[in-house]
């Protein structure tokens, strides 16, 4: 993991008043630095690591600033992560629709030194043409109608870019300076084709990048097969970054138990979003047939509606899966990030989430899981 990430309390004050579960994860991840309160997974002040200066090892997502969400409210988003105590924010050129990066850069200028950046290689923005002009108007739409956020992700896949030592170094030209000099803690090659994850040409490539001192530290994001071969192959690659939800248990595989314990690093997504975990969930949670409400109960998730308690229980499963390592959210609503630093200021063990997750294994097991 990258040496460099230093911890700076100094944060800009928000603009709106936070709610108290965020300050009160603020100032604990300043208390456990400054060695009042015990660090997360028994981490003691001198062995400070990425993750334990990114409280509860929880990072930000930006892959929808400059997209679903404008670059003012985007910004708004990121001030109030810091606020929580979030210094790790993750991105890459084809997010927001290739605005993320812009966005990210310039809340870094504003707080030098407090936030460490992971971005990627490999995918671009599609050129949004005429349909650009029309973001606002969509957005707007999507806001007062929900349903419509499919439609509006409509023809943003991103590009695939062909892989080469020379579009690696051109990718992280352009993202330093979308960056706006923030220097990049951490590049993950960006869904990449298993294949290519052992390519030497692009090995020696990152090598060279981490040598001049271009970035950090290099990973893969992407596709178990193939963060398994970075795993497998271990040095240029310190990190992983993995999709883990009770659907997708990937972040639990027995294959990453000696990759941890070597020092390399585990990074996750899609506790709620990606794979469509949270919608898969409630859904399953309102069929009566399941049992699945009686089991949220027995872990401790009663309250609310049964879409409250499921996203819950998501977050929690997904720092437990995790422990260690460092788990992404998109928290860009401030009642999504209020509802995160309340998971994340009483974290849960796997063992207490059993009765939900055998119950999922259960109907697994059976066929019954949709
Ligand atoms: N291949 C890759 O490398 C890869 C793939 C996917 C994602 N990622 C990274 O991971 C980040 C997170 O993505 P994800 O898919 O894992 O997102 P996620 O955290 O699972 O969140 C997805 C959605 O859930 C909403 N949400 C947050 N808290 C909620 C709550 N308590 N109740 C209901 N909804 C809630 C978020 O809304 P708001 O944001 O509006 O609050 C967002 O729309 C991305 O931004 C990106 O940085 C990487």
Redesign the pocket.
Known sequence: MSPRPRFCPRRAMPTRPLPPAVWACGWRIIWQRAGVVAMPDGLSAAHVSDRAVTAAGV??????LGS??GATEGRR?LERALAAGITWF???PA?GDGQAERILGAFAAAHPGAITI?S?VGLAPRPMGWRGALRPLARSAVAMLPQL?GLAATGRVPARLPLGPETLRQSVGASLAALRGAPIDRL?L??PDPADVTRPDLLACLTDLLREGRVGAVGV??STAAAAAAVVLGAPYSLV???S?PFDPAALAPWLAGWRRAGGGVV????????G??ARLAALVARPDTGLRAALAAAGYDDGPP??AA??F??DY?LAANRGGIC??????P???E??AARMAAPRRLADLMPVLDRLNLMSATGTTP
């Open positions: 990072g930000f997502g930006c892959a929808s679903r969400i988003a993750d991105v890459a997010y992971t990627k956020r993950m960006h869904d994001a992407g970054q993995i999709a939800s996750t997504h899609g506790a709620l979003g990606a794979g975990a949270l879409r409250t996203a819950a998501l977050t997904a992404l959210f998109s928290a860009c609503a009642h999504h990030l509802a995160l």
